[in-house]
T-cell receptor, first 110, second 118 residues
Framework: DAKTTQPPSMDCAEGRAANLPCNHSTISGNEYVYWYRQIHSQGPQYIIHGLKNNETNEMASLIITEDRKSSTLILPHATLRDTAVYYCIPYTGTASKLTFGTGTRLQVTL | GAVVSQHPSWVICKSGTSVKIECRSLDFQATTMFWYRQFPKQSLMLMATSNEGSKATYEQGVEKDKFLINHASLTLSTLTVTSAHPEDSSFYIC??????????????FGPGTRLTVL
């Protein structure tokens, strides 16, 4: 399984964009990049995933570099409710396991 | 859509007793369900993978006789912690992987069950 590197913590002011980076330099060609987040004492919540192209949904945008070795999750207008641990996970979605690393703890402040 | 529920949300039990946790996919069928455990200030650790109608596959270091998993239908998996001890106190989270074009490759998580063993 590919390993990921994420900063352990980040701060963001409410209303600002939160940009969360992830390095996944050993990602396989058939692995998507998935992002989940876990709000304190809750189960992880799916945010977005992508393979090569940039993706956007109602929650966030995902920017994947052309060489697929890194990606950035963008929360365009962070709110206090976005305070959580964010996990970047390479995953084929089929026979492989969703393995959680240590993630980035995002603190959104007033 | 794609909601996973867990019951109970929290449970306190005495040492030596067994506790059953249910995981249900409410609006989709899940051929594969996963059980994770999370200790305070740590990340989620996969315990086992269960496929409907077959035996679960346990991760290295997880005792299959202690953590009994049953996946009897496409919408229900159960985890039974047998002879629970205080060191089993943890946050147990299940997830379900959907079938079909739109849900395939997606894993959805339950809200978790907080187990405290006295």
């Amino acid at each position: 399984d590919a390993k990921t590197t994420q900063p352990p913590s980040m701060d963001c002011a409410e209303g600002r964009a939160a940009n969360l980076p992830c390095n996944h330099s050993t990602i396989s060609g058939n692995e998507y990049v998935y992002w989940y987040r876990q709000i304190h004492s809750q189960g992880p919540q799916y945010i977005i995933h992508g393979l090569k192209n940039n993706e956007t949904n109602e929650m966030a945008s995902l920017i994947i570099t052309e060489d697929r070795k890194s990606s950035t999750l963008i929360l365009p207008h962070a709110t206090l409710r976005d305070t959580a641990v964010y996990y970047c996970i390479p995953y084929t979605g089929t026979a492989s396991k969703l393995t959680f690393g240590t993630g980035t703890r995002l603190q959104v402040t007033l | 859509g794609a909601v996973v529920s867990q019951h109970p949300s929290w449970v306190i039990c005495k040492s030596g007793t067994s506790v059953k946790i249910e995981c249900r996919s409410l609006d989709f069928q899940a051929t594969t369900m996963f059980w994770y455990r999370q200790f305070p200030k740590q990340s989620l650790m996969l315990m086992a993978t269960s496929n409907e109608g077959s035996k679960a596959t346990y991760e290295q270091g997880v005792e299959k006789d202690k953590f009994l998993i049953n996946h009897a239908s496409l919408t229900l998996s159960t985890l039974t912690v047998t002879s629970a001890h205080p060191e089993d106190s943890s946050f147990y989270i299940c997830s379900a992987r959907g079938t079909g074009t739109s849900l395939y490759k997606m894993q959805f998580f339950g809200p978790g069950t907080r187990l405290t063993v006295l």
